[in-house]
């Protein structure tokens, strides 16, 4: 891997705390994602689960996770099964983790072949009653793929028949949400070398260069400084284009006189960062721009403000929503009648501005969180506000991610990068 080691207490420490939510006499097994085929014999670059990655530091395909606080035998109350590594998959793949560096990596004391799994896990659920499965239950989930923890759990099942079956997802939702300060400082790490690419892009951004050349710098520089590259796929949306939230075609010249709508971020050590921001192709805003990017950013401020302790996910939007609404009249989009004949669901802001405002950051880009629970310290969010005017032929969308304080503002992980008109204004012309 490209990034430094992380310290073994993050995922001693998650463990724990996972554990200490787990029911008597039971066991949880987290496997590692699939390599994907693409034809031939080429695969995508490996991504590892999030969840075996969070509890386990272990990096590796085939690979899986048993945890069982209350088995008989000390030694298997946590387990890592990791692939056997040989000379011939040294030459051609490079060495795999052997069973010492697991442990240094993990700080799981017990490592075995993957090739013990069965034998293992059987000895393991005849002294166990309930087995928990890793299902995706994320709200935004849209898996059409069987997974290989899908697959194990049909093979469990089948096997184990008589077994009680329980969800992890419930309690991996709820702490992933709170970051470990460890977890905080590579979230920055990301956020950091996202600066450094939008710094870059400032830089080279000229009338009739092309979105996929912009792509291309940032990349550059995220794979330089120890990034894993993108942590989702970028928007490099000129002119009408970022009136398409989710354009990633990224093919076009950028036009004297249009904006540039950036949604990119670095992934740093499988930690996701977030970044929007929206300059001006040739270095000055115009006079409409920069009324409508301020007041995008004014609603970026204010929404920030409420990003504490004890708030609300569902009214937190009503309240941005009401703020929107406010600079939108204050730019002529929306009159008073406008809001006052407006349907309930469906705002007069959203015309302009269609979707929401902020979702959890952490080792996915919309990472595991409970959206009916209050905001708590240690909760990592977007704030992203924007407004979109095809028939002027822009949209501006600013987006920082911020860490929830146990008291006061929220800390903003994105601080040193530049959003203020001027400042970009000033970097873009030197």
């Known amino acids: 891997?490209?990034?430094?080691?992380?310290?073994?207490?993050?995922?001693?420490?998650?463990?724990?705390?996972?554990?200490?939510?787990?029911?008597?006499?039971?066991?949880?097994?987290?496997?590692?994602?699939?390599?994907?085929?693409?034809?031939?014999?080429?695969?995508?670059?490996?991504?590892?689960?999030?969840?075996?990655?969070?509890?386990?530091?272990?990096?590796?395909?085939?690979?899986?996770?048993?945890?069982?606080?209350?088995?008989?035998?000390?030694?298997?109350?946590?387990?890592?099964?990791?692939?056997?590594?040989?000379?011939?998959?040294?030459?051609?793949?490079?060495?795999?983790?052997?069973?010492?560096?697991?442990?240094?990596?993990?700080?799981?004391?017990?490592?075995?072949?993957?090739?013990?799994?069965?034998?293992?896990?059987?000895?393991?659920?005849?002294?166990?009653?309930?087995?928990?499965?890793?299902?995706?239950?994320?709200?935004?989930?849209?898996?059409?793929?069987?997974?290989?923890?899908?697959?194990?759990?049909?093979?469990?099942?089948?096997?184990?028949?008589?077994?009680?079956?329980?969800?992890?997802?419930?309690?991996?939702?709820?702490?992933?949400?709170?970051?470990?300060?460890?977890?905080?400082?590579?979230?920055?790490?990301a956020c950091d070398i996202t600066n450094a690419g939008f710094r870059r892009v400032l830089n080279f951004v000229k009338p009739d260069v092309t979105e996929y050349e912009i792509e291309a710098e940032f990349l550059h520089e995220f794979i330089r400084r120890r990034s894993d590259g993108f942590a989702y796929t970028p928007i490099i949306a000129s002119g009408n284009n970022a009136n398409v939230l989710h354009y990633i075609e990224n093919n076009q010249e950028c036009k004297d006189g249009d904006l540039i709508l950036i949604d990119a971020g670095a992934q740093y050590a499988n930690y996701a960062s977030d970044m929007s921001r929206t300059i001006p192709v040739n270095g000055r805003y115009t006079d409409r721009q920069k009324e409508v990017y301020n007041a995008v950013l004014r609603v970026k401020n204010e929404a920030t403000k409420m990003l504490v302790p004890g708030t609300l996910w569902k009214e937190y939007h009503v309240e941005v929503g009401k703020i929107m609404t406010s600079e939108l009249i204050g730019l002529g989009l929306l009159d008073k009648a406008d809001v006052q004949n407006e349907n309930p669901d469906w705002p007069a802001y959203k015309k302009y501005f269609m979707h929401g405002t902020s979702h959890h950051m952490g080792l996915d880009t919309h990472d595991y969180g409970i959206l009916w629970e209050p905001m708590q310290a240690g909760n990592v969010f977007t704030v992203e506000p924007g407004i979109y005017l095809p028939d002027e032929g822009f949209g501006i969308r600013l987006e920082d991610d911020v860490v929830i304080n146990g008291n006061g503002a929220p800390f903003n992980l994105m601080r040193d990068i530049p959003i203020e008109i001027e400042e970009i204004e000033e970097l873009m012309n030197k």
């Open 1 to 189: 891997m490209k990034y430094h080691a992380i310290n073994s207490k993050l995922f001693i420490q998650n463990r724990k705390n996972f554990m200490n939510k787990m029911k008597p006499s039971s066991l949880a097994v987290f496997n590692s994602n699939d390599v994907f085929t693409t034809g031939a014999d080429s695969t995508l670059p490996f991504k590892q689960h999030r969840d075996i990655f969070y509890l386990s530091g272990a990096d590796q395909e085939n690979t899986i996770l048993v945890l069982f606080p209350d088995c008989p035998d000390p030694a298997h109350r946590e387990v890592l099964f990791v692939t056997e590594t040989n000379e011939h998959i040294a030459i051609w793949e490079g060495e795999k983790l052997t069973k010492e560096r697991a442990t240094e990596v993990s700080g799981i004391k017990t490592v075995y072949w993957l090739s013990d799994f069965d034998k293992k896990f059987f000895e393991m659920m005849t002294q166990c009653e309930t087995i928990y499965f890793n299902t995706n239950e994320h709200y935004r989930q849209s898996v059409e793929l069987e997974s290989r923890e899908d697959r194990f759990i049909k093979k469990a099942k089948a096997q184990f028949p008589a077994h009680n079956y329980a969800k992890s997802a419930p309690i991996l939702q709820r702490l992933r949400a709170v970051k470990d300060q460890i977890e905080i400082d590579l979230l920055q790490q």
